[in-house]
């Protein structure tokens, strides 16, 4: 995983000696957890919350995120960014360590003097011709049936686990199939944003991206939309948001499938073919000094059924909740 950050890195640091540059660096401890929905792994506790950007006059690092700014507008942006892809958990060593990276910067956060974006959705994930969205994508499980030349004209049926064995959990199940390696993979392409509403107005902020693996992991892609509404009364700042994202059938099949090399056997395989995960937040930063916040974050994600329908996933959504206090230095 440390490798896949390397480039990131050396960027990073090269941004560093530019001019015009604003830094945003938080440390929050506090008490939170991950759950997970995968077989065989168990729920982390967070103990810390790390945020750092650097916003530059053309270049930004926003945690996870790297970019240029290609295009701005008085309410809108439009940027070219490469990102660590989340869908197996993101910078998961920390994690196990409980360190959860994002997630607690308010509107406090951007430079004042950059072109800012208006809406930077977490922590935390330029398209191709025609492999952009695969090759007969479609919604819901496919199963894939392995090759056989020599077997009779009628196809073996293949079999699919049932529900009572999926329910069952990874007890029954680990007999057939543990849960596949899979390696991290870096995500590019483009993403626009844009402030709802007038100079007298606002109603909220959207966010849309595409974006393609650039690590050449899986070749998968992934289209983002969200939307976030800033409310502040006072000291407190509330962000309620939401948030689709749409996995093709490369990256999907990836993370969430397994064929006859991963169970150990030619009968059972399963791809969920391209999905649709939604998820839903809610932040809350209170200003107790100009540079010390409480802050309590909580995010759902609802997991598509052709993915819950794995046998590798014992849960059909993923839940993160932290609050601590925030220092800003």
Sequence with gaps: MFAVLRPFTLLFLLLSYSAQAEWYVAVAPGLGQRTQALVGQDDQPLYLNVDFAWYGKRFFF???????FVL???????????ELNDERGVLSDLADMGISIGGLAGVESYAADAPEPVFSPAPADPIESDQVFGDGDSFGPQLVP???????????????????????GPQQLSMEISLPDRDQSVLGGTEFLYELGSDSSYWGDVYVAALTDISDKHRGNKIKLAYAYNLILGRWH??????????????????FGFDAADSGSDDLQYQPGASLNSEYSILINYALSPRLFWGTSYRYKRLDASIVDSPIVEDDAISTFFTGLKYKF
Excluded: H, I
Excluded at 72 to 82: I, K, T
Excluded at 238 to 255: I, M, S, T
């Design 72 to 82: 701005d507008g008085e309410r809108w942006s439009w940027n070219v960014l490469a």
């Design 62 to 68: 926003d945690n996870t995120d790297v970019g240029v």
């Design 146 to 168: 392995d090759p056989q030349p020599d077997a009779p004209s009628e196809e073996p049926e293949l079999k699919q686990p049932t529900t009572d064995e999926r329910l069952a």
């Design 238 to 255: 509330v962000q309620p948001g939401f948030e689709l994202n749409w996995l093709d059938a490369r990256l999907a099949n990836y993370y």
